[in-house]
Every structure is written in C-alpha cells, then in structure tokens.
C-alpha cells in the first residue's frame, strides 16, 4: 500500500490554523512573587522598619520627592496643574531635571543610569515618557515620604520641610521653574532638555544644589525618618555588623527594645525559603505527578515541619487573609508527622491551589497546574535540584530582608563612619 500523500493533498498550500483567541493561554504568566509572600514578611518587617521602602535607597530621592511635591503646592504652579493629567505630566519632568542635575554632580542619580548616561549633555525627557528615569521616584520613593510623614495624601508637605525649601526657592525662582515647564506640561508631547534649561536659568541650577546640599533635611531625617529611637538605632547596629549573608547578620542582631520583633523575622524567613524551595522544586518537575516530588521531600520533612511550627507561632503578629493562608501550609506540614509521602502530597496540592489562588487574584495565569496528578509547568525553574536541596537543608539563603538592608543604608549615608 503506497504511503505517499494524493498529488491535491500534497500539494495544497498549508494555511495556519486559527481558533478563538484563549486569554489563559496568551497572557504571560505569573510576575513576580509567585507566592504573595511580600505582605507577609513586610508586615513583620514593618515593626522593625517602619516607614522605608526597599528601593528608596538614597536620601537624594526623598530630597527630591518633597521638593517635587513642594513645587507643585505653590501658587504659581496652581493653574498649570490644574487639568487632570498635568499633574503626572509635571512630575515627570521634574525627575527628568531632578535625575540629570544628579548625573552632573557626581553620579548620584536614583535611576535611569542609561538613558542618562547615553544621552548625555542632550538628554531630554517627555512628559509622557513611560521610562524609569522619570517614573522612579514618583512609584518607589513617594511611598517612603508618605509613611515618614513628610508628605500628605493630597500632597501638602509637612511644617519642616515648607520651611526649608522656602528659604531656598524664593518665590521668583519657583515661578522660573513654573516658566520652564508650563509649556511642556500643557502637552501629551510636551519635552524639554535638562542642560538647556539649567544653563539658561543658573538660578535653578543654585537652588537644586542648595536642595541637595548634605544637610538639607539632615535633622529631618535624623529624628523620623527611621521610625522610633530603638528603631533608628537598630539601623545604626545592624550597619555595623559584620558583612555577610542575611541569616547570619540578624543572628547577631540585638535590641532590648525589638528582641521580640527580631525574634519574629528569625522565625518567619526560613519557613518563607521553603516555601520557595518546594514551589521552585516542583517547577523543575514539569510532567511529574505530585507523588514523585513528594517522594523527595520526605527526607527533608523533619526540618521542614520544624520550621512550620516556629512559624505558626507567629499567629498573631500579622492579621490578613494572606497571612492565614500561609499559616494553613505550615500547619499542614505540622500535621502530618510521620513525613510520609502521602501527607507530603497534600501538602504540594495545598501549596499549589494557594499558588493559584494568588494569581487569580492579580488577574494572572498560575505557572503550575496539576492534571490528572501530572505538573504542568508554564515557567520553568532557574535553580538547580542540587541548589534547591542544600536550601532546604539549612535555609542559608535569606529572600527578605525586612527593610533592614536599606534602612543601613541610609543611616549609614546619613551618618557617615569616617565624619
């Protein structure tokens, strides 16, 4: 019987072939934080640093942020600011002039390294532009200020911060301010170039450097910027500790005051790495049924429901639906305790049905399913199973770093060692 294909079969143009557009299949999955951890160990975080975000990095942001905020208070900003998008518009390009100024004065831009490093002396910025040169103080330092109390929701900045830039932007330089921007404002389209503006008006240029100057705000910042007095000084000790990894610096971290919050970050992040460690294990074992990774874990069962029995300890320090959910998957560890492959297995399904859960709730895809007790795997781990193993062992590798790291940061940029 001959295999060849009939003469119109084979030689019939192929054409695609097309069905309904499936949104589950087309959207990209996942994003970050798989799990929905971060309202958790933030909320522990936030005991011991409360007002600052982990990207507000440098105090030039904050700077930057209430005199952004400042500006747009002023009565010669009113009209111009008025119409609805004005307002984003404004502040876009006052990061563009903000971040350019940085960049000439040694370096100190907060974000969009490229673009300004590749634009050079011609930089320019739009009004509309989406980039993170003139979108990345307003989504990641605002935030910070808010929590400090130095700006309100409406954008009236706190009595302190009135009172400093008044005396540094007279009124005849904020309406030069005004002046450069209003006609870019007005526009979708609207640009403007940083080094024109700067080098025709070096009243601007003195004013931001006087805004910028080391001690502007520095009595702020001292007294509320890392919360409480315990607070600020346990961003003063935990700057001082040996460098090293996560784990082993809160290990030595001390404060009569917060011992009991520390205590809670040290019973939280190992449960949270193991979390991980399954989620990225069962992302390696597209195609396997749960039973086979379950099989895997039964050595590691020990440890992990020690872990899962600290953590439920934190019952009452956080109180949200996510925290409960979390909860719920330590005490399914805890349950179960002969560790065996059976109880391992309901705890996957249970991790995964939370995974899902979490991502339904962000309108996203989750990047594991379970058909017919076979992974299907949608985002492929990028850890070894060698790598996962060593973790799930000894949880050496911290994730979360409760805010502690920029909170050293700053008070270290604040109060230099060698002053």
Known sequence: MSTELPRSIATAPVFPFFTEKDDKLTSAPGGRDLLGILPVWSAIGRNLVPNIASPAAKLDGLRAILLIEWLAQQPAFDVTLRPQPAFRRYFRLMEGIVEFWLRKNGGRQCFGRNALVGGADDFTVKASTRGIVANGLFQYYRGTCRRAGYVQANGTVCQSVQETLSAIWKP????RMHDV????IGKEAGEIQPLTI???APELDRALGDTFAFHTFHALFSSTLFGNAAQRTLASVYGGLPLGSLKNRVALLESPELQHEIDCVRRCEPFLVSLYDVFDLLRNAAGQRTGSVAARLVEFHAV????ARDFLTLAGEVQSARMRDILGLAQCLVED???SEDGLKRFIHALIDYHQRCMAERGKEPVIRVESDHLLVLLDGDRSPDVIADSLRNAATWRNDYFLNVAAGLYLELF???S
């Not at 005849?172 to 309406?175: G, P, S």
């Not at 992990?304 to 872990?307: P, S």
Request: overall charge positive; glycine content about 4%; cysteine-free.
């Open 337 to 339: 305790l002969s560790g």
């Open 416 to 418: 230099p060692v060698n």
């Open 304 to 307: 992990l429901a020690a872990r």
């Open 198 to 200: 700067l080098a025709a």
């Open 181 to 184: 921007l209003a006609q870019a």
């Open 172 to 175: 005849q330089i904020v309406k």
